[in-house]
C-alpha cells in the first residue's frame, strides 16, 4: 500500500472525513461522496492489483503494486488526466495570444447557483456572448473557451466564470486576421452586459428557482469583471490559460496547510 498521499492524510485525520459526513450526510451529494471515496482508496488493493514476478523462473520473488483511483478529485491521479488534457487542447486551439477575463457576481448570489446547479451551465454563455457580440459588431470572428470555478481561495463556494479569448479575430469578408482587445470600453460596458445577462437568466429560470436556502432579498450588490491589463507583456501564453482551466483542486502543499477540514467545499469541483 501506498503512503497517505496529503490530500488523504487530510481526509483521514481523525476520521475527520467521516465525521463530517455523518453530519452532513443529507447535504453531500453523491458525485463527491464517490469521488471522496475513491480518492481515499486510491492505491490499495480495492482497485485491484497488478502482480510482477521475475523473468528468472528460478526467482520466487513477487511484487504486487495496487491500482489508483482515477478520479479528478484526486491531486495525483487528477494532475496526470490534466496534463494530458492540456496537451490534447494545445493541438485544438488557435496558436495565437490568448487574453483572460474572469467574470465574479455578487455573494449573495452564488448560493442560488449551489443548490440550482442546472443554471451553472447557462451561465457560460452569459459571459461568452457579450464578448461574441462586441466582436461582431466589429465585423470579426473570435475564438473562446470558458471554464466555470464553483469554489473560491478560502475554498468556499464561489461562482465564476474565467474566460479566454483570443487577442484577434478572423473578418469573415476578407479571411484576414486583425487584433482586438476586450476592456471595460466604454467604462463599465462589460460590466453592466455581464450584470444584465445573469439577471435575465435568473428572471427567466425564476419559476424553478430553489430560494428556500436563503433569503435573497438584498441589495446593493455589485458584478465585477478582472481583466488582463492592455499591455502585450501581461497577456498568458496559450499553456498556461488552458492549464489554469483543467487545475486539479488543490495542490499538495496547500492542502498540508489545511489543518481542519472545514475546507470541504473543494469537494464543489470534485463532480463540475
Known amino acids: 500500500m501506498h503512503p497517505d498521499k496529503p490530500l488523504k492524510a487530510l481526509f483521514n485525520r481523525q476520521q475527520e472525513w467521516l465525521t463530517f459526513l455523518n453530519k452532513h450526510i443529507g447535504h453531500v451529494r453523491e458525485a463527491v461522496i464517490e469521488n471522496a471515496t475513491k480518492t481515499l482508496a486510491s492505491g490499495t488493493a480495492a482497485f485491484g492489483s497488478r502482480k510482477y514476478t521475475c523473468s528468472n523462473t528460478r526467482c520466487s520473488h513477487i511484487k504486487f503494486i495496487n491500482q489508483t483511483c482515477k478520479s479528478r478529485a484526486c491531486n495525483s491521479c487528477g494532475t496526470k488526466a490534466a496534463e494530458r488534457w492540456v496537451q490534447t487542447q494545445q493541438y485544438v486551439l488557435s496558436d495565437r495570444e490568448w487574453q483572460h477575463i474572469t467574470f465574479t457576481m455578487p ?23 457579450i464578448l461574441i457580440n462586441w466582436a461582431k459588431a466589429k465585423g470579426l470572428e473570435i475564438g473562446i473557451f470558458c471554464a466555470l470555478h464553483t469554489y473560491g481561495r478560502r475554498l468556499n463556494w464561489n461562482t465564476h466564470i474565467h474566460l479566454s479569448v483570443t487577442r484577434g479575430g478572423i473578418c469573415p469578408k476578407t479571411g484576414t486576421w486583425k487584433p482586438i482587445f476586450f476592456k471595460a470600453n466604454p467604462p463599465r460596458e462589460t460590466e453592466d452586459c455581464w450584470r444584465y445577462a445573469i439577471i435575465t437568466l435568473l428572471r427567466e429560470q425564476y419559476g424553478e428557482i430553489d430560494l428556500s436556502a436563503e433569503p435573497y432579498a438584498q441589495t446593493g450588490i455589485t458584478f465585477s469583471i478582472a481583466s488582463t491589463s ?19 483542486i ?9 489543518c481542519r477540514l472545514r475546507a470541504f467545499a473543494i469537494t464543489a469541483k470534485a463532480a463540475c
Open 230 to 248: 492592455g499591455t502585450g507583456r501581461c497577456t498568458l501564453p496559450k499553456r498556461q490559460t488552458i492549464s489554469y482551466r483543467r487545475s486539479v
Open 107 to 129: 455573494d449573495k448570489l452564488w448560493e442560488i447557483f449551489r443548490y440550482n446547479r442546472p443554471l451553472l451551465g447557462k451561465i457560460f454563455n452569459c459571459a461568452a456572448q
Open 250 to 258: 488543490l495542490a499538495a502543499t496547500r492542502n498540508v496547510r489545511r
